[in-house]
Protein backbone atom coordinates (compact mmCIF):
# COMPACT_ATOMS: atom_id res chain seq x y z
CA UNK A 1 0.00 0.00 0.00
CA UNK A 2 2.82 2.37 0.67
CA UNK A 3 6.41 2.99 -0.35
CA UNK A 4 9.08 5.16 1.12
CA UNK A 5 12.56 6.30 -0.57
CA UNK A 6 15.68 7.84 0.66
CA UNK A 7 17.50 9.78 -1.70
CA UNK A 8 20.68 7.23 -2.72
CA UNK A 9 18.86 4.28 -1.05
CA UNK A 10 16.70 1.29 -2.66
CA UNK A 11 12.65 2.08 -2.90
CA UNK A 12 11.23 0.22 0.21
CA UNK A 13 8.06 -1.13 -0.54
CA UNK A 14 7.34 -3.43 2.04
CA UNK A 15 6.36 -1.72 5.48
CA UNK A 16 5.95 -3.74 8.22
CA UNK A 17 2.33 -3.67 9.45
CA UNK A 18 1.77 -2.96 13.31
CA UNK A 19 -1.73 -2.77 13.73
CA UNK A 20 -4.86 -2.78 11.08
CA UNK A 21 -4.07 0.78 10.23
CA UNK A 22 -0.18 1.33 11.32
CA UNK A 23 2.06 0.63 9.30
CA UNK A 24 6.21 1.04 9.59
CA UNK A 25 9.34 1.53 7.95
CA UNK A 26 12.37 1.33 9.88
CA UNK A 27 15.21 3.60 8.31
CA UNK A 28 19.17 2.65 9.08
CA UNK A 29 21.46 5.34 9.93
CA UNK A 30 18.91 7.43 10.14
CA UNK A 31 21.09 10.32 11.14
CA UNK A 32 22.08 10.78 7.45
CA UNK A 33 19.08 11.39 6.28
CA UNK A 34 17.54 14.81 5.34
CA UNK A 35 14.74 14.09 3.48
CA UNK A 36 12.16 11.49 2.60
CA UNK A 37 9.88 10.29 0.10
CA UNK A 38 6.37 8.61 1.08
CA UNK A 39 3.83 7.38 -1.50
CA UNK A 40 1.17 5.23 -2.20
CA UNK A 41 1.36 2.18 -4.72
CA UNK A 42 -1.38 2.65 -6.04
CA UNK A 43 -2.50 -0.88 -5.39
CA UNK A 44 -4.63 -0.03 -2.59
CA UNK A 45 -6.00 3.02 -2.41
CA UNK A 46 -7.97 4.35 0.76
CA UNK A 47 -11.68 4.20 1.54
CA UNK A 48 -13.63 6.59 0.28
CA UNK A 49 -13.30 9.51 3.17
CA UNK A 50 -9.86 8.55 4.36
CA UNK A 51 -6.20 9.34 4.56
CA UNK A 52 -2.86 8.15 6.28
CA UNK A 53 -1.17 10.97 8.99
CA UNK A 54 2.79 10.28 8.17
CA UNK A 55 4.45 10.16 11.63
CA UNK A 56 8.65 10.35 12.04
CA UNK A 57 9.46 8.63 15.57
CA UNK A 58 13.29 8.92 16.68
CA UNK A 59 14.36 8.00 20.25
CA UNK A 60 15.57 10.68 22.38
CA UNK A 61 18.45 10.83 24.75
CA UNK A 62 16.98 7.90 27.23
CA UNK A 63 16.05 5.58 24.12
CA UNK A 64 11.96 6.64 24.37
CA UNK A 65 10.48 7.68 21.08
CA UNK A 66 9.33 10.47 20.13
CA UNK A 67 6.59 10.96 18.01
CA UNK A 68 5.97 13.72 15.43
CA UNK A 69 3.40 14.96 12.71
CA UNK A 70 5.17 15.39 9.48
CA UNK A 71 2.17 15.67 7.06
CA UNK A 72 -0.54 13.02 5.36
CA UNK A 73 -1.22 11.55 2.26
CA UNK A 74 -4.77 10.66 0.42
CA UNK A 75 -6.04 9.41 -2.59
CA UNK A 76 -5.64 12.90 -4.00
CA UNK A 77 -2.01 13.50 -2.40
CA UNK A 78 -0.58 10.36 -2.92
CA UNK A 79 2.97 11.36 -2.33
CA UNK A 80 5.02 13.79 -0.18
CA UNK A 81 8.14 14.89 0.47
CA UNK A 82 9.26 15.55 4.13
CA UNK A 83 12.54 17.17 5.73
CA UNK A 84 13.49 15.69 8.80
CA UNK A 85 17.07 16.53 9.32
CA UNK A 86 15.84 19.44 11.77
CA UNK A 87 13.81 17.77 13.19
CA UNK A 88 16.30 14.48 14.95
CA UNK A 89 19.35 16.73 15.59
CA UNK A 90 18.23 18.35 19.01
CA UNK A 91 16.77 15.18 20.81
CA UNK A 92 19.27 12.32 19.48
CA UNK A 93 22.19 10.66 20.76
CA UNK A 94 23.92 7.70 19.79
CA UNK A 95 21.36 5.33 21.43
CA UNK A 96 21.47 2.42 18.47
CA UNK A 97 17.51 2.37 17.40
CA UNK A 98 15.97 2.74 13.87
CA UNK A 99 14.24 5.74 12.53
CA UNK A 100 10.67 4.63 12.19
CA UNK A 101 7.61 5.71 9.90
CA UNK A 102 4.65 5.30 10.94
CA UNK A 103 1.32 5.60 8.99
CA UNK A 104 -2.19 5.83 10.99
CA UNK A 105 -5.18 6.08 8.68
CA UNK A 106 -7.58 8.27 9.94
CA UNK A 107 -11.40 9.25 8.85
CA UNK A 108 -11.82 12.86 7.04
CA UNK A 109 -14.74 14.81 7.44
CA UNK A 110 -14.84 14.98 3.45
CA UNK A 111 -12.75 12.81 0.66
CA UNK A 112 -9.63 13.47 0.49
CA UNK A 113 -9.93 16.63 1.77
CA UNK A 114 -6.36 18.42 3.25
CA UNK A 115 -8.19 20.88 5.89
CA UNK A 116 -10.45 18.13 7.22
CA UNK A 117 -7.01 15.45 7.59
CA UNK A 118 -5.63 18.32 9.73
CA UNK A 119 -8.15 18.89 12.22
CA UNK A 120 -9.02 15.44 12.39
CA UNK A 121 -5.99 14.30 13.32
CA UNK A 122 -5.65 15.35 17.14
CA UNK A 123 -8.76 14.50 17.94
CA UNK A 124 -8.79 11.03 16.35
CA UNK A 125 -4.94 9.99 16.01
CA UNK A 126 -3.04 11.87 18.95
CA UNK A 127 -4.25 9.18 21.64
CA UNK A 128 -3.48 6.73 19.35
CA UNK A 129 0.39 6.32 19.17
CA UNK A 130 2.70 3.20 20.72
Not at 85 to 91: A, D
Amino acid sequence: MFGCLVAGRLVQTAAQQVAEDKFVFDLPDYENINHVVVFMLGTIPFPEGMGGSVYFSYPDSSGMPVWQLLGFVTNGKPSAIFKISGLKSVHTKDVGQLLQFRFIICYLSGPDDTKSIRNVHSSKCGSEMV
